[in-house]
T-cell receptor, first 110, second 113 residues
Framework: AQRVTQPEKLLSVFKGAPVELKCNYSYSGSPELFWYVQYSRQRLQLLLRHISRESIKGFTADLNKGETSFHLKKPFAQEEDSAMYYCALIHGGATNKLIFGTGTLLAVQP | KAGVTQTPRYLIKTRGQQVTLSCSPISGHRSVSWYQQTPGQGLQFLFEYFSETQRNKGNFPGRFSGRQFSNSRSEMNVSTLELGDSALYLC????????????FGSGTQLSVL
């Protein structure tokens, strides 16, 4: 079955420290992976997707098919990065159905 | 452009009642999806509609149903409410192709007493 695992419920770092939010997936086909973010009192929104291979707000994520991972990284955390981060997988086929991980709360301390 | 609009923002119901939630997608978007968010289960997919047709359905009991109208607005209905249905229900829209970015609404917080 398709599954997304985010092992950390909470990740606390200091401002300026590197950040890595872990995401592992199980999927038999060719996956399409996303990171969605929810800032305090804001809507859930797309941060980035693997096919775009872009950097948003300093964050990057590389799809590693061998390790079935899609970890989110940022070299220097900012306080405004504090938010809930969800890794998600498109189920596949003719759909936009997302399978979400349980989310990781990133807290960036001053 | 206005974002995805969900009404009402909050609902309180009692067990056994039914409830209808509404979602207006971004103008021009033809696909609408619904998700249930709870502290215990996280975000779980309910349904996806495209051009008034259900394109995909999650693993929820038949008490959960939905529909989409010709103007792309969508409703979901939950009948015979149970305490476990208490959750934040999120609606998301997209232009209509598959494997797209989703735009989420603020959600309807349903409390079942």
């Amino acid at each position: 079955a398709q599954r997304v695992t985010q092992p950390e419920k909470l990740l606390s770092v200091f401002k300026g420290a590197p950040v890595e939010l872990k995401c592992n997936y199980s999927y038999s086909g060719s996956p399409e992976l996303f990171w969605y973010v929810q800032y305090s009192r804001q809507r859930l929104q797309l941060l980035l997707r693997h096919i775009s291979r872009e950097s948003i707000k300093g964050f990057t994520a590389d799809l590693n098919k061998g390790e079935t991972s899609f970890h989110l990284k940022k070299p220097f955390a900012q306080e405004e990065d504090s938010a809930m981060y969800y890794c998600a997988l498109i189920h596949g086929g003719a759909t936009n159905k997302l399978i979400f991980g349980t989310g990781t709360l990133l807290a960036v301390q001053p | 452009k206005a974002g995805v609009t969900q009404t009402p923002r909050y609902l309180i119901k009692t067990r056994g009642q039914q409830v209808t939630l509404s979602c207006s997608p971004i103008s021009g978007h033809r696909s609408v999806s619904w998700y249930q968010q709870t502290p215990g289960q996280g975000l779980q997919f309910l349904f996806e509609y495209f051009s008034e047709t259900q394109r995909n359905k999650g693993n929820f009991p038949g008490r959960f149903s939905g529909r989409q109208f010709s103007n792309s607005r969508s409703e979901m209905n939950v009948s015979t409410l149970e305490l476990g249905d208490s959750a934040l229900y999120l609606c998301a829209s997209s232009p209509g192709q598959v494997r797209e970015k989703l735009f989420f609404g603020s959600g309807t917080q349903l409390s079942v007493l």
